[in-house]
């Protein structure tokens, strides 16, 4: 018998049975699942918006291009200054981009963002990040955000929990350092 073998014969041994997943039976708390969002969001360094409609989502694209800012939407309804470009390195200057958000979480303030039309890249390249998130879209925890997800294979998708943030060991935190700079949510 091989010296593999051997390990893996003795490995074979000792391993434990499987064990079932424990069951998980807390209630989510569901009062108020927008106030839970917005105070989870804050804690985040996320803002949000209770926008009601697109009205207000444009009103400040209108703001930022008025401005100079360089703004994309993927957003139906939302007219911006840039268009989505062939090459995504061409997105290096975009200071805000407008992306629907699928569902939003209460306990923890994220947003489930799947592959945006264009390129994956665009949540994390741009210096700052619009969500849009339907009001009957949010949830009250991450077991019930799993159980609503879709994600067709090859696809990408990610929570987005704030704006980009990192930390050292000297309590000194970075936001932006990553990705988007600010993230502001509208609930329509």
């Given at each position: ?24 039976n807390v209630a989510p708390r569901v ?32 703001t930022l291009v008025a401005e100079g ?120």
């Amino acid at each position: 018998m091989s010296s593999k073998s051997f390990i893996l014969k003795a490995l074979e041994q000792t391993a434990i049975a499987p064990q079932p997943m424990p069951e998980i039976n807390v209630a989510p708390r569901v009062d108020d699942l927008i106030g839970q969002f917005e105070t989870n969001l804050n804690t985040v360094a996320g803002v949000l918006h209770r926008a009601g409609s697109l009205d207000l989502v444009q009103e400040k694209v209108n703001t930022l291009v008025a401005e100079g800012k360089q703004v994309i939407s993927l957003v139906d309804g939302i007219n911006a200054n840039r268009e989505t470009p062939e090459d995504q390195h061409d997105l290096k200057d975009i200071d805000f981009a407008v992306i629907p958000g699928e569902l939003a979480v209460a306990e923890n303030g994220a947003i489930w963002v799947k592959q945006p039309e264009g390129h994956r890249v665009t949540p994390f390249i741009c210096e700052n990040l619009l969500l849009v998130v339907e009001a009957d879209n949010v949830v009250a925890n991450m077991h019930q955000a799993v159980k609503k997800l879709t994600l067709d294979s090859g696809k990408f998708g990610a929570f987005i929990a704030g704006p980009s943030k990192t930390a050292d060991i000297e309590q000194a935190l970075v936001v932006g350092a990553h990705g988007a700079c600010s993230l502001n949510v509208y609930l329509v």
